[in-house]
């Protein structure tokens, strides 16, 4: 939320991804949605890139639950909770959350988004994009 939208705002804009996702597809579901009230200068384990909401997601999805481990950001990628994992973002904070938790991360531009590296994602064999957290 970063304060820039209130409350209210946010409700109504994950209403409108509802709306938008059902009527392409009428079985579609969002199994949970996670916001993070704090501003960046708030410093939050929450924040990308800190994986804080990931974890949290994780362990409200799955069986197997994850502790919070210390991020060594200049020492080897984390291995993945799940070989299929992925983040796909437009920042590189997206991608420096995705590599905290050893998931495949696919950089996108911000005008084309997903579709643009769908297949890839997709593709158990496809790795994601390199990325060294300690070069941004």
């Given at each position: 939320?970063?304060?820039?939208?209130?409350?209210?705002?946010?409700?109504?804009?994950?209403?409108?991804?509802?709306?938008?996702?059902?009527?392409?597809?009428?079985?579609?579901?969002?199994?949970?949605?996670?916001?993070?009230?704090?501003?960046?200068?708030?410093?939050?384990?929450?924040?990308?890139?800190?994986?804080?909401?990931?974890?949290?997601?994780?362990?409200?999805?799955?069986?197997?639950?994850?502790?919070?481990?210390?991020?060594?950001?200049?020492?080897?990628?984390?291995?993945?909770?799940?070989?299929?994992?992925?983040?796909?973002?437009?920042?590189?904070?997206?991608?420096?959350?995705?590599?905290a938790v050893g998931?495949?991360?696919?950089?996108?531009?911000?005008?084309?988004?997903?579709?643009?590296?769908?297949?890839?994602?997709?593709?158990?064999?496809?790795?994601?994009?390199?990325?060294?957290?300690?070069?941004?």
């Amino acid at each position: 939320m970063r304060g820039l939208w209130t409350v209210e705002r946010l409700h109504s804009i994950h209403d409108e991804l509802r709306r938008q996702l059902l009527a392409e597809d009428a079985n579609a579901t969002i199994d949970v949605i996670l916001t993070c009230p704090h501003r960046n200068r708030d410093r939050c384990g929450c924040r990308k890139p800190w994986p804080g909401m990931l974890v949290r997601g994780h362990n409200l999805l799955r069986d197997d639950r994850q502790p919070n481990r210390p991020i060594d950001w200049a020492g080897e990628k984390p291995d993945s909770w799940h070989p299929l994992d992925a983040m796909v973002g437009d920042r590189k904070s997206d991608m420096g959350a995705g590599w905290a938790v050893g998931a495949r991360t696919f950089e996108v531009s911000p005008r084309l988004g997903l579709p643009q590296v769908i297949d890839r994602v997709l593709d158990s064999k496809d790795s994601g994009d390199f990325y060294d957290p300690m070069r941004w």
